[in-house]
């Protein structure tokens, strides 16, 4: 027995997966199974400058606590494929063991067609989103793999799985740089909790992300490989990240980066039948790789060679790199090397992935009714559409408003914007505010700052596009413009006109 699992432990390499102090999960080292072997293997033609460390007899020893019967023991199994599934309430886990807890329900792992309990398979409060109509717009391909970016100039970081505990300090990180990237969200991984319960703080992440000029893209629900998904499977795990969206910004976004970058034909065509630019990448950083103080350096060089060989001139060249926001090393080492870097050589900073495609941003997002708000409570583990029960209103304590929470009588202000924050100027009492969460006037205080004509394309909070190279109507996204699109629904008139 010891000796074959010395022998399979010898035979497979490991990365030690969020395992940095202040992480929940910190202490519980797990071995590189089929999702994360997958993410590190999958179409990556090398693994660069990455390095692998493989067990050996002394890690052996280490792991042995780890390593119980029942992760060993085929006949010790209680739920799997031809064993059968757990009771209501529990979760199947990745070793074929019923239980709760983020070990057993924690997604992608866990086995959701067997553990009813499995983060998979708990839905967002409030209506499918499967009944949206999807048009595919603009000039950017929908169900096709897309590498690169197509105007020469820049660069477009991506992060991909989170919001998690790092990313808050990504964003202020970001704003010193005025740098602009794309966050493809998972919706439920890592036992982290949905995104859109209020109790996470993910929604207020997420609001903040599109105001400060961010694009958020979907990465799925809970981040299960799309090859060989069952239809359903790859409906739940598109529509259940959708309804997420819909719940914390009343839109849901056109962009997808498959789990583990992998997508075959079927794959492919599902999402254009849904409506999605698949998003790949030219440079993986291998961040997950190198996840640790003596190894981030390989990212760095991976980012800087790759800058200096394969795009070093910035009137021709672009970028469009691949990191991870729930990688400690990424947040506080490597994306601030990565922003200097691309500096030095000339590009500026980051831009989004839609700019980076020519692509306006009226178009990186689908209109799915008004947010609901975060939500609070554990979600439905069928396909009940019916919304959640909301608790009593309280006034807000910390800025942000939605269910549960008003800006009536708190400090900050009596209005709720659409983004789910308290103020009383015309950002937070004009156009979109939510009158369900405090006050809305027609004729709001106004800022003392007079407006500034947007240089970005961007417009609200004391940013106007009137007489703007990009257009003079600023769209329900914050965005410039003078199309339909900017112009017409849901344009805000007080940054701009609108006909």
């Known amino acids: 027995m010891h000796s074959a699992i010395l022998l399979s432990v010898l035979l497979v390499p490991v990365v030690l997966t969020h395992g940095e102090a202040g992480n929940p999960h910190y202490g519980l080292p797990r071995m590189m199974g089929g999702s994360k072997f997958k993410a590190a293997l999958q179409n990556r033609e090398t693994f660069g400058n990455a390095q692998v460390r493989d067990f050996n007899a002394e890690d052996v020893e280490w792991w042995s606590p780890f390593i119980s019967e029942t992760q060993t023991i085929g006949p010790r199994q209680n739920c799997g494929p031809g064993v059968g599934s757990c009771g ?47 048009p595919q717009l603009g000039s950017v391909p929908y169900g096709t793999r897309i590498n690169d970016c197509t105007r020469p100039g820049v660069i477009a970081l991506t992060f991909d799985d989170g919001p998690y505990l790092y990313t808050k300090d990504l964003l202020d990180l970001l704003d010193r740089y005025n740098a602009k990237v794309t966050f493809f969200i998972t919706g439920n991984n890592l036992g982290k909790g949905r995104i859109d319960d209020c109790s996470t703080g993910y929604p207020a992440l997420i609001q903040r992300m599109i105001a400060s000029g961010h694009q958020v893209a979907s990465h799925t629900w809970t981040h299960q490989d799309f090859v060989g998904l069952s239809q359903t499977d790859f409906n739940n795990q598109v529509y259940y990240n959708e309804m997420a969206f819909r719940n914390i910004l009343g839109y849901f976004p056109t962009y997808l980066r498959p789990p583990y970058v992998d997508c075959d034909s079927q794959c492919f065509s599902r999402l254009a039948t849904v409506g999605y630019h698949v998003i790949y990448y030219d440079l993986d950083t291998f961040d997950y790789l190198n996840n640790d103080p003596t190894l981030i350096q390989n990212s760095k060089n991976n980012f800087a060679n790759y800058i200096t060989n394969s795009a070093p001139n910035p009137a021709t060249g672009n970028m469009l790199p691949l990191s991870h926001d729930i990688h400690y090393q990424t947040v506080y080492n490597l994306t601030e090397f990565m922003l200097q870097t691309m500096a030095a050589q000339g590009y500026g900073t980051s831009v989004t992935v839609g700019t980076c495609l020519g692509d306006p941003p009226a178009n990186w997002y689908r209109s799915a009714g008004s947010p609901t708000g975060c939500n609070s409570g554990p979600g439905t583990t ?114 701009g006109t609108c006909s």
């Open 88 to 134: 209501a309430g529990l979760c199947c886990s990745s070793d074929g063991v019923c239980g709760t807890g983020i070990n057993f329900c924690a997604g992608p792992d866990c086995q959701y067609n067997y553990g009813p309990a499995c983060d998979a398979n708990t839905v967002p409060p409030g209506a499918s989103t499967s009944g949206i109509a999807r």
């Open 382 to 495: 069928t396909s009940s559409t019916a919304p959640s029960t909301t608790s009593a209103v309280v006034i807000s304590s910390d800025g942000t408003c939605g269910t549960g929470k008003t800006c009536l009588g708190s400090t900050y202000g009596n209005c709720c914007s659409r983004y789910g924050f308290c103020g009383s100027t015309a950002d937070y009492c004009g156009p979109f505010c939510q009158p369900a969460f405090g006050t809305c006037s027609p004729n709001p205080t106004s800022t003392s700052t007079a407006l500034r004509v947007s240089t970005d394309g961007s417009c609200g909070s004391g940013i106007t596009c009137q007489g703007s190279t990009f257009g003079n109507c600023c769209s329900q996204y914050g965005f410039c413009g003078s199309t339909t699109a900017y112009c017409g629904t849901g344009c805000n008139p007080s940054f």
